[in-house]
């Protein structure tokens, strides 16, 4: 997968691009990351890539001229073609305008060839750029950043790690938080079939505990239940575990993720608990 980064600071990325999963990725070859400046492609003795917009108000926006020229200078095909799915290829404009980005956009990007990531700057980019030139605008949270740059990184790394061969263990993607479309634990017990280990994939939740060496710390002692050696007991204490820690800190989260029955009544018992004690 080819990565194209589109900023006025490309150093920026020499630090993030340099450890853990993306570098491996690049140096295996999962993934190559090409930056473009984009004060190259601008045509005055000053490299002037912002302006002040039309109608007045505070601050600068990027220009259209530089942004088209550089992301036209990449072979990447027409938007038509890119938009209708044709070509596995997309350009993205970072922006607090723009789509959420979540586990499954990020799932969607894996499946590209070539994602060309525009880093917005100042107050904003002119909007023909979003218009005529990106396929989306993608925001990585609401809140306001200084630049794309960030977000530009947060992406690399997300989609990096769905890649196959990017991770040592292929299943840990699949059991993350956020990440849906894998079998849940009360399904696996309504159907009678089993797993060969003693994880629980999160299935769109956050995560569940996880504890490792020593068994007590500082009078902490780890749950009896990950101790037995139970696998079932283990699924279904891991699976409790992720939906209290969702009902408790992202409950916007349950109102899309697909819940089996077991999985209401696992909620209606903690709701009722959370109610009595206050937490």
Known sequence: MKFEIVTIFPDFFRGPLDYGIVRRAREGELIEVRLHDLRAFTKDRHRTVDDRPFGGGEGMVLKPEPLFECVESLGIAPAQERRSGTVRQTVILLSPQGQMFTQAVAQELAALEQIVIICGRYEGVDERVAEGLADREIS????????????AAVII????????????????????????????????????TSVPDSTCASGGLLDYPHYTRPAEFRGMAVPEVLMGGNHEQIRRWRRRKALEKTL????????????SDVDRKLLAELAATKEKTGH
């Open 140 to 151: 990585v949270g609401d809140f306001v950043l200084s630049g794309g740059e960030l977000g």
């Open 157 to 192: 790394d997300t989609v990096t790690r769905l890649l196959p061969g990017a991770l040592g263990n292929e299943a840990s993607a699949r059991q993350e938080s956020f990440t849906a479309g894998v079998q849940r634990e009360a399904e696996l017990a309504a159907d009678g």
């Open 248 to 259: 408790l800190n992202r409950p916007d989260l349950l109102k899309s993720e697909a819940l």
